[in-house]
């Protein structure tokens, strides 16, 4: 007979709005409490960051973000799990820079070097030479933006040759490829953007020497950084969301040392003092989460939150499986929202929730866009439902 206590859909449910702070009592005072709350915010449209905390914190605003991000250096964006870009507590930056930012800056590296070598006949000391350039041009005007170093550096404007002899051969600038590299490696870091912050046009600046643990110490303690805020998951989650092997998934779990559940029949992890009495019920609680939030994205298996009806799914994803903007209600996504032209926030519900529910998802939507006020936001992936409500065409198929 198997002993292990069962976690169902509704204790993890409560356990995500009190983990990922999304009730008003857990809401939180300061952007650095969400990420690491959270363990890393999504950062690929830079949107998604602003919009992830203003629905955690008490009182929302972009300067918080500004602050963090680009006067107190207290949050720190990274290339990390799964070749994604994050925003990490900048405390926790040397454990996610170990587990996941350093092997997916070598293998950004190695592409590089093949994309030269293909495109254009240069070698590793080519590009060492343009890389120490470009650091010494930094160094010399302490923030630059991308146009700015290329006018400094000129083999930054080299064009390599992309499937040459293809029907879409096409050149493109170097400059790109080079400073993504530089900034997975820590070498030169992202400042404030040239706009608002919606916007994803950067200004870089020199990076600095991080110290980090051993990988295998920081892959273990990136795992219980997971568990604290996603358990109980599965192997197959943790394998997802890190983007490593099975093998090293296995592990970080067996160092650990977690006790064992069960999850929708399956073996689930959690940490060792976390396996039960049950969570307590949660008060109420409706959320609008932006598109690649991290609370949505947090597992490879989503049947316990997400909408049964494949259509309805389907309306959330993109083609690539990006999930967009979503409605909450107690655990689970009822619906989706987006932006009209005017900056209206609507919101779509897949079902009737109830007269509760639906108050508490209106009360949330006017918070959202009060905080927005007037500021338009357009997710980098679009769904078929946020196209749909925000008015724009879908895509030629």
Do not use: C
């Not at 078929?384 to 879908?394: F, I, M, N, V």
């Amino acid at each position: 007979m198997d002993t292990r206590r069962t976690v169902g859909a509704e204790e993890r449910r409560r356990r995500l709005a009190v983990r990922h702070r999304l009730t008003a009592q857990r809401r939180a005072a300061a952007p650095e409490e969400v990420a690491e709350s959270l363990v890393a915010l999504h950062g690929t449209d830079p949107a998604t960051v602003y919009l992830s905390a203003a629905a955690r914190m008490r009182a929302p605003g972009a300067a918080a973000l500004d602050r963090a991000l680009y006067e107190e250096g207290s949050l720190t964006r990274l290339l990390a799990m799964r070749r994604t870009m994050f925003v990490v507590a900048t405390a926790s930056a040397p454990v996610v820079l170990s587990a996941a930012a350093r092997a997916i800056a070598a293998q950004e590296r190695r592409k590089l070097l093949g994309y030269l070598a293909d495109g254009g006949g240069w070698d590793e000391g080519w590009l060492a030479r343009l890389e120490e350039s470009v650091l010494a041009a930094l160094a010399v005007r302490g923030e630059a933006t991308a146009a700015q170093l290329a006018s400094d550096v000129p083999g930054l404007r080299e064009q390599v040759v992309v499937a040459r002899g293809k029907p879409y051969e096409a050149t493109q600038a170097v400059s790109t490829r080079v400073l993504r590299v530089l900034a997975a490696e820590g070498r030169i870091v992202r400042r404030r953007p040239l706009g608002g912050w919606t916007s994803s046009q950067y200004r870089w600046a020199p990076g600095a020497v991080t110290q980090a643990p051993p990988a295998p110490e920081a892959r273990v303690e990136l795992v219980r950084r997971w568990l604290a805020a996603y358990g109980p998951g599965t192997e197959a989650d943790l394998k997802w969301w890190t983007g490593w092997t099975l093998t090293e998934v296995r592990r970080a779990l067996t160092v650990i040392g977690t006790e064992q559940v069960l999850i929708d029949g399956e073996t689930g992890h959690v940490l060792p003092d976390d396996a039960g009495p049950a969570v307590p019920a949660t008060p109420p609680w409706a959320a609008l989460l932006p598109a690649l939030d991290p609370t949505p994205m947090g597992w490879q298996r989503r049947d316990w939150y997400l909408p049964a009806d494949g259509r309805e799914r389907a309306a959330l994803f993109d083609r690539s499986g990006n999930i967009g903007p979503t409605v909450w209600w107690n655990g689970r996504v009822v619906g989706g929202w987006a932006q009209r032209a005017d900056g209206e926030v609507v919101h779509r519900l897949f079902a009737d929730p109830g007269r509760e529910a639906v108050a508490a998802i209106g009360a949330e939507a006017a918070r959202l866009g009060g905080w927005l006020d007037g500021v338009r936001v357009t997710p980098r992936f679009r769904t078929p439902l946020e196209r749909e409500l925000s008015g724009s065409p879908a895509p030629a198929a």
